[in-house]
């Protein structure tokens, strides 16, 4: 049985993979993947099947809550034309100059800010600036390399490190100086190498993308109103993980509320607007209409389907797999990394957790194989660069990756043929700096 569902995932995520051929979309694969999945599995553990469904449920839930609320505030914004201010100020005056810009932006905000939400924003904020379709595509591969390098080396980056510094693996004294440089290299090296596919010299038009229903709200709606909403809707986001770190709560419950305040804020505004058609009132759940529903389902379906494969213990079998087979730290994590493009990586990184348990540094060698397992070891910083960079090496790779497969229609097919052995090359350059430095 248990064979029978590592086939199962494989044929469907070749399904997903293949998806602009089929033309069938990769959500309808991803949730059929995940009930067929979870059938086996109850047929596996008919009396824990029910209780660990559960389980996944509460998890997959907090995340696509979290992706699908990131992605109305993010809308509402740019409705309202927060991400076209962003845009104007801005200065670059040719394409190549505007996509380091936009990289390096990202790489440092998704050093604070989760991966996803990051993404997100500056996608928005480079379709302002962008309106060449096969140039956005460019623009916006790059955009989640630089969200997965950034979200690497900081303690609150990435879900992943996180793991790793709540657990005591690592500590923000010593993964920072460690894994920033690393992070760099493995995002200009395929940064560099896409440079000559990016051509023309001049700026698109930031107005040119303006929206048809932004534009026709301005004489009503102020400039102040336009901006306390675009102020809020931003902010909150940015405070999210303070909100996390305040209550305890998981950032999902910190999205929602500024999905909710900026639905009261906009409710009470257009009270005051009697004068704006119904038609022309945006309002959260006009927002809502026009949000990738796919993708937050092609999310949950995908996500389940990686919980099955984890209660099962198919996870934690490959991670023993690996252990027996080497003993080399580089290279035993280089594998769990590009396993990461393939398999959620945060359940990768919770099985390596499990089957590698923290070393104690006064029962360990130095020099030895065990060291590597110490906090702040070699292989607990290494794991978190190469599950966090490895992420990009497919498109469906990363949270990073789906969501801008969904707001920009990155196929699999373009995402491998032009990212991947780039990505792949940044990813070893990381891991090769590490080395010589450490």
Not at 79 to 88: E, P, Q
Not at 90 to 102: D, F, G, M, V
Request: proline letters at 4%; glycine letters at 8%; charged letters at 10%.
């Amino acid at each position: 049985m248990e064979i029978s569902m590592i086939i199962l995932f494989i044929v469907g995520y070749l399904a997903i993979a293949m998806e602009h051929i089929t033309k069938v979309n990769k959500a309808a694969v991803a949730l059929l993947i995940t009930t067929c999945l979870w059938v086996l599995y109850a047929l596996i553990a008919p009396e824990s099947a029910p209780v660990q469904i559960l389980h996944q449920l509460g998890e997959v839930s907090s995340i696509v809550c979290f992706i699908f609320g990131a992605m109305v505030v993010v809308e509402m914004v740019d409705r309202y034309g927060g991400f076209s201010l962003v845009a104007h100020i801005i200065k670059a005056k040719n394409r190549k100059l505007l996509l380091l810009i936009l990289s390096a932006l990202t790489f440092f905000m998704s050093a604070t800010l989760d991966n996803m939400t990051t993404t997100i924003i500056m996608i928005a904020i480079m379709y302002k600036l962008i309106q060449d379709p096969t140039v956005r595509l460019w623009f916006a591969s790059m955009i989640v390399l630089a969200a997965n390098a950034g979200g690497a080396w900081s303690p609150i980056g990435d879900v992943t490190t996180i793991m790793l510094w709540v657990k005591g693996n690592v500590t923000s004294e010593a993964i920072i100086p460690h894994l920033i440089l690393p992070s760099i290299v493995s995002l200009v090296v395929p940064l560099l190498l896409s440079l000559g596919k990016i051509s023309g010299n001049a700026l698109d038009d930031p107005n040119a993308g303006a929206f048809e229903e932004g534009e026709r709200l301005y004489p009503q709606v102020t400039r102040i109103e336009k901006a306390i909403i675009s102020a809020v809707g931003v902010l909150g986001l940015v405070s999210v993980p303070v909100f996390k770190a305040l209550t305890g709560l998981p950032p999902f419950m910190g999205v929602l509320f500024v999905m909710g305040l900026l639905w009261l804020i906009t409710e009470i505004m257009y009270t005051k607007h009697k004068e704006i058609s119904e038609s022309n009132k945006l309002r959260i759940p006009k927002v809502i209409k026009v949000v990738d529903i796919p993708t937050v389902l092609f999310f949950f379906g995908i996500l389940m389907a990686v919980g099955a494969l984890q209660e099962q213990g198919l996870l934690k079998e490959l991670a023993g797999k690996l252990d027996s087979m080497t003993q080399n730290v580089y290279l035993v994590t280089g594998i769990i990394g590009v396993l990461s493009s393939i398999i959620d990586n945060v359940p990768l990184v919770a099985a390596a957790m499990g089957m590698y348990p923290l070393a104690d540094p006064v029962v360990v060698e130095a020099g030895t194989y065990a060291a590597a397992f110490v906090q702040n070891g070699i292989f607990w910083e290494l794991l978190a660069y190469c599950a966090g960079v490895g992420g990009s090496l497919l498109i469906i790779g990363s949270a990073a990756g789906v969501v801008a497969m969904g707001m920009t229609r990155i196929s699999f097919g373009w995402y491998m043929k032009n990212i991947t052995w780039r990505a792949f090359l940044g990813y070893i350059a990381g891991m090769v700096t590490y080395m010589l430095l450490f």
